[in-house]
């Protein structure tokens, strides 16, 4: 998902929670999830900003402030229940180095798109497969969705390997879709489906937290 932050959409009847009040703390072997806080800004300037994270994802903000103004505006949208955010925390730390995004592309949360943004010290740790699991189990289980999807820029190898390493289905290109730095990228577009996913789990076994 390369576009931060998302538009505004109406939710309907989502599946009834409190993750409109406040997200849970979803735990994982190396990383934490949870709500976005405005303490988190500087630890997301520095980590989202450098050229290989951003070099795929739309412009993040340039300041604390305009990262302060995004995490205000996630909380916001997640009350409205369209859209929820989690920072992605190692374990013996307390700031974010990273984030998980979902949001609903149909009334109700039936079919979703999600994307994900890690400080590249994070990358190749783990983090993000461990994380990833325990948003699209949340997102399958507490949101409801039927069908997960996610674009990825096509020349974005990593990000497009570590989808097919979490067992998304590539299904096809969207060509010229993504406007980065004034030149148009081809996306791929990748989907879970619920059905699949509790298939895979059930494979997988239970996960070590």
Known sequence: MEKMPFQPRTA?????????????????????????????????????????????????????AG??????????????????????VPRGMTTAVGLFQVRSLEPGFGTAEWGFAL??????????????????????DTLGVHRLEARSAVQNGRGNGALRKLGATQEGVLRRSFLKDGHYLDQALWSILDSEWRQAKAVWGPRVH
Request: net charge negative.
């Open 12 to 64: 309907a009847a989502t599946v009834a929670s409190d993750w409109r009040r406040t997200l849970p703390v979803l735990e994982a072997r190396s990383v934490t999830l949870r709500q976005l806080e405005i303490d988190d800004a500087p630890a997301l300037l520095a980590m989202l900003t450098t050229e290989e994270v951003a070099r795929f994802i739309s412009p993040p903000p340039t300041s604390v």
């Open 67 to 88: 990262f302060e103004r995004f995490i205000a505006w996630t909380h916001q949208q997640r009350a409205a229940g369209s859209y929820v955010c989690f920072a992605v």
């Open 119 to 140: 400080g590249s010290a994070y990358w190749g740790t783990g983090a993000f497969i461990e994380g990833a699991r325990e948003v699209v189990d949340f997102a399958i």
